[in-house]
């Protein structure tokens, strides 16, 4: 069994999937990104407070 064997398996598998491709219709890309960004400034924000020189 060759290396190549089991990873045509998985290009054939993946490449079969046609409907289930990976966009969901529920996950709206805007949101994601927009909550996606939010979280890190807002761990930006909290580290910053608590990098303060006293």
Same mark, same amino acid.
């Given at each position: 069994m060759?290396?190549?064997?089991?990873?045509?398996?998985?290009?054939t598998?993946?490449?079969e999937?046609? *409907?289930?491709?990976?966009?969901h *219709?529920?996950?709206?890309p805007?949101?994601?990104?927009?909550?996606?960004?939010?979280?890190?400034?807002?761990?930006?924000w909290i580290?910053?407070?608590?990098?303060r020189?006293?």
């Open positions: 060759s290396l190549l064997q089991p990873a045509h398996a998985l290009v598998l993946a490449s999937g046609g *409907e289930h491709g990976g966009n *219709e529920s996950l709206n805007y949101l994601t990104g927009g909550g996606a960004l939010f979280f890190l400034l807002l761990l930006l580290t910053t407070r608590f990098n020189d006293r």
